[in-house]
């Protein structure tokens, strides 16, 4: 049982019951909140999100929760977006409008073109040789939604093909999103979903140590 705990944000909108249960599989404690304080408790964060950027951000309007992760990034707190929550945590999405976004990672969310929706199984190819991600390269994960990220090259670790080329995972030093859905993803998921928590923890505990040296 590792001693890691994950707390995944709760603001209304978020698959919680799934992610949890694929953490807790892998032996990780999980604490689900909207409290600041508890989440402070924990060593990684996760947002989750089904459903559209503008219900979501004012969910997390609603919820206090906007400065408190925008905060949590300019720390360099390991955190992890999954699907709609990946989307939360770049500048601003065209979904219903325009919606300004958590801006953790610098980048748009624009709707798919060449088809209306994108669900199912597709492989991931990385494009950067990132120690956390390389291993699932080629493997397949699943995926379901409507919008795509897009933005500068070095925030794209990897990508996947549908009907257009699709961008899977973006990250910014601590901060990642996947697009896709890793605790729906089997053994793939759960391994990718475990090597990031681990890698962005040992991470922040070397950059930590380095502070205090």
Same mark, same amino acid.
């Given at each position: 049982?590792?001693?890691?705990?994950?707390?995944?944000? =709760? /603001?209304?909108?978020?698959?919680?019951?799934?992610?949890? @249960?694929?953490? %807790?599989?892998?032996?990780? %404690?999980?604490?689900?909140?909207?409290?600041? &304080?508890?989440?402070?408790?924990?060593?990684?964060?996760?947002?989750?999100?089904?459903?559209?950027?503008?219900?979501?951000? &004012? !969910?997390?309007? =609603?919820?206090?929760?906007?400065?408190?992760? *925008? #905060?949590?990034? $300019?720390? *360099?707190?390991?955190?992890?977006?999954?699907?709609?929550?990946? #989307?939360?945590?770049? +500048?601003?999405?065209?979904?219903?409008?325009? +919606?300004?976004?958590?801006?953790?990672? $610098?980048?748009?969310?624009?709707?798919? +073109?060449?088809?209306?929706?994108?669900?199912?199984?597709? $492989?991931?190819?990385?494009? #950067?040789?990132?120690?956390?991600?390389?291993?699932?390269?080629? *493997?397949?994960? /699943?995926?379901?939604?409507?919008? +795509? /990220?897009?933005?500068?090259?070095?925030?794209?670790?990897?990508? !996947?093909? @549908?009907?257009?080329?699709?961008?899977?995972?973006?990250?910014?030093?601590?901060?990642?999103?996947?697009?896709?859905?890793?605790?729906?993803? #089997?053994?793939?998921?759960? $391994?990718?979903? %475990?090597?990031?928590?681990?890698?962005?923890?040992?991470?922040?505990?070397?950059?930590?140590?380095?502070?205090?040296?």
């Amino acid at each position: 049982m590792t001693h890691l705990s994950i707390g995944i944000i =709760d /603001y209304g909108m978020g698959n919680h019951a799934s992610v949890m @249960h694929s953490l %807790k599989s892998m032996g990780f %404690k999980v604490r689900i909140s909207a409290d600041p &304080q508890v989440l402070d408790r924990t060593n990684i964060l996760i947002l989750p999100g089904v459903g559209a950027f503008p219900s979501a951000m &004012q !969910a997390l309007r =609603d919820c206090g929760l906007v400065s408190y992760l *925008q #905060q949590q990034g $300019e720390m *360099q707190r390991p955190m992890i977006g999954i699907c709609l929550g990946m #989307q939360l945590l770049t +500048t601003a999405s065209y979904e219903f409008g325009y +919606t300004l976004g958590l801006d953790l990672i $610098e980048g748009k969310i624009v709707p798919l +073109t060449a088809s209306k929706w994108h669900i199912g199984w597709n $492989e991931i190819q990385c494009l #950067q040789q990132d120690s956390l991600i390389q291993s699932s390269n080629a *493997q397949a994960f /699943y995926f379901n939604h409507s919008f +795509t /990220y897009q933005g500068a090259d070095k925030y794209k670790i990897a990508i !996947a093909q @549908h009907s257009q080329t699709i961008t899977a995972v973006i990250r910014s030093g601590s901060i990642v999103g996947l697009q896709f859905h890793p605790e729906k993803s #089997q053994v793939a998921g759960r $391994e990718l979903l %475990k090597n990031l928590i681990m890698g962005l923890f040992d991470a922040k505990k070397a950059i930590d140590r380095s502070c205090h040296s």
